[in-house]
């Protein structure tokens, strides 16, 4: 489970990238997650934010590689964002 602004939201796929130190969870109503805070420290992460699904629209399926996130939406649409190391993520060097 996820809690978002005292909400629970039920996971029903992740995908994580150990190279990023992500982990993304979408919901069984295709609300998408970004686990923050993860590093070699704090390995569970601190929290979790919403992340912007593409067009609005629910997200049955994610895949995380070394540098890149897809998504695919419950009309077939796929969206492909790189992912860049940040210390927003949570990540260290």
């Given at each position: 489970?996820?809690?978002?602004?005292?909400?629970?939201?039920?996971?029903?796929?992740?995908?994580?990238?150990?190279?990023?130190?992500?982990?993304?969870?979408?919901?069984?109503?295709?609300?998408?997650?970004?686990?923050?805070?993860i590093?070699?420290?704090c390995?569970?992460?601190?929290?979790?934010?919403?992340?912007?699904?593409?067009?609005?629209?629910?997200?049955?399926?994610?895949?995380?590689?070394?540098?890149?996130?897809?998504?695919?939406?419950?009309s077939?649409?796929?969206?492909?964002?790189?992912?860049?190391?940040?210390?927003?993520?949570?990540?260290?060097?």
């Open positions: 489970r996820c809690i978002s602004e005292d909400t629970y939201h039920e996971i029903a796929a992740i995908s994580c990238s150990a190279s990023c130190g992500l982990l993304i969870a979408i919901t069984w109503n295709g609300l998408v997650f970004c686990r923050v805070g590093t070699s420290k390995p569970y992460g601190k929290g979790w934010r919403s992340f912007a699904s593409p067009c609005n629209l629910p997200v049955i399926s994610v895949a995380m590689g070394r540098r890149a996130l897809w998504m695919v939406t419950s077939g649409r796929v969206r492909f964002e790189s992912l860049v190391h940040s210390q927003e993520s949570g990540s260290e060097d």
